[in-house]
């Protein structure tokens, strides 16, 4: 079956970085766009970043300059580098995987992780 499970989410300080990764079984993630989306307490899900399979990226205006989104087709994994973080960077951050282009549609994403939380926070 497919998974998608994301990982390293924490606590951090203002000012700081965390990078979350997203390891796919089950489906090749090298034919897909791989979304980033988060879902602070109250609000609406929403995108954040994603990588498409042409290697075309895309990012969240609120998140431009700070985040980078990447992917290893080997590890099958892909990866969003967190810097500068802010208190309304807070939020359960998922990945999710669209064929074949990236959108801020996430109706348009077939597969899912469970998120992982991220609390900017002094």
């Known amino acids: 079956q497919v998974q998608l499970v994301e990982s390293g989410g924490g606590l951090v300080q203002p000012g700081g970085s965390l990078r979350l990764s997203c390891a796919a079984s089950?489906?090749?993630?090298?034919?897909?766009?791989i979304g980033w989306f988060r879902q602070a307490p109250g609000k609406e899900r929403e995108g954040v970043s994603c990588s498409s399979s042409d290697g075309s990226t895309y990012y969240a205006d609120s998140v431009k300059g700070r985040f980078t989104i990447s992917r290893d087709n080997a590890k099958n994994t892909v990866y969003l580098q967190m810097n500068s973080l802010k208190p309304e960077d807070t939020a359960i951050y998922y990945c999710?995987?669209?064929?074949?282009?990236?959108?801020?549609?996430?109706?348009?994403?077939?597969?899912w992780g469970q998120g992982t939380q991220v609390t900017v926070s002094s």
């Open positions: 089950g489906v090749t993630l090298d034919y897909y766009a």
């Open positions: 999710a995987a669209a064929r074949p282009w990236c959108s801020w549609d996430d109706e348009l994403y077939d597969y």
